[in-house]
């Protein structure tokens, strides 16, 4: 009777396969350190394009199928990335320094400074700068975010306040174009606001009156159950929240109303005709405030940042894995079409960390031979 081979044998065979894999692998990675420390003295860059495809070529000319032609190359390229990893961390142990752009500074002095938003007073922006600068600031508005970033390039104003990022109707994708249409601006620090829609009206006014509410876009979203539940009430969007108070104010009319802070019905002397509107009730947006200082402190612990990568296979998850691989963590990504260039797309990341730490460090040299562009837009 032929003897067959059991599940156990074939796993001991593989087992022995994985031993043999294991010390070639070390081995590889030894001559991969060796080779970092001649790259230190001969200033040759880590990153060679060129030989790294020429490895490829090679290693998957050894094998006859597809599928192993194809895992071949994958394998060699995870290893390539692994090993550029190890050769960063050691030509970073000998004095090789990232240039991030930033400086060290003891702290920020909030005191006295001249802070704009944009929008109306009773904004939602108001009150998160307020919240942010609570001593002595010289607070002012301007129409548009693209104004507001104009007011500091200007020296104008020592700092803007623009959101970034809802907790339930996701980021704000034309601030983080701002970032990049104005490089000589950084985010300083943040601030996360807790967000209620009132709706709004002027007195006398009651829910059976309204049939138009005007609010931001965002705001509108975020309140989208009311609007499913009130079919007859029309949303119409405006710049801002406060503006939507304000045109209920200016108009008159109960038949309109608004979806803004109960601040601004104070301030513009509505009636307040249902509270918390929104259907998230943790709903908070993060505000980012931006200068034209690129710094950091040592309280800093969010790096935000935009790539963009090669449009191939793998591109992003070999970026991604210097933040894996480097013990640095990641809390948000988001994309963001490249307008020159039709269904490509730049990533915006935030990572947990300062721009001094070794691992970041690591992750962000790493990430610049894998790279087309590479932007850090503030460590706060």
Known sequence: M?????????????????????????ERMDLCAHVARVKIESGKAVFDPKREQEKLDTVASFLDDDFNKKGIRELYQQIMTI???????????????FDSGYKKVSAYDKKGKKVVYQGIKGAY?????????PEGADF???????????????????????????SSHGVVPD?????LRFPELAIAFEVDLKVEHAL??????????IKEVYSHPQALGQCSDFFDEHKDIKPIPVINTAVAAKYVKDHGDKSV?????EAAAELYGLNIIKRSVNQQKTNTTRFIVISKEHTYTEDSKKISLCFETAHKPGALYNILGNFLFNDVNMTMISSRPVPERPFEYRFFVDIEGRLDMPNVI?????????VTELRILGNY
């Open 2 to 26: 032929e003897n067959k081979e059991t599940l156990l044998d074939i796993r001991n065979k593989l087992d022995v396969i994985d031993k043999e894999i294991t010390k070639l692998y070390k």
């Open 83 to 97: 090993s550029r990893r190890l050769q960063f961390g050691i030509m970073t142990e000998h004095g090789y320094q």
């Open 125 to 133: 922006a108001e009150l998160a700068a307020k919240h942010c600068f």
């Open 140 to 166: 002012f508005n301007v129409k548009t975010w693209k104004d507001a970033a104009r007011a500091v390039l200007s020296s104008e104003a020592d700092y803007a306040v623009l959101p970034i990022e809802n």
């Open 175 to 179: 601030n983080f174009d701002l970032l």
């Open 200 to 209: 709004m009206g002027v007195p006398g006014a009651d829910l059976t009156d």
């Open 257 to 261: 109303g608004a979806l803004a802070s």
């Open 362 to 370: 690591n992750a962000l040299f790493g990430m610049g031979d894998m």
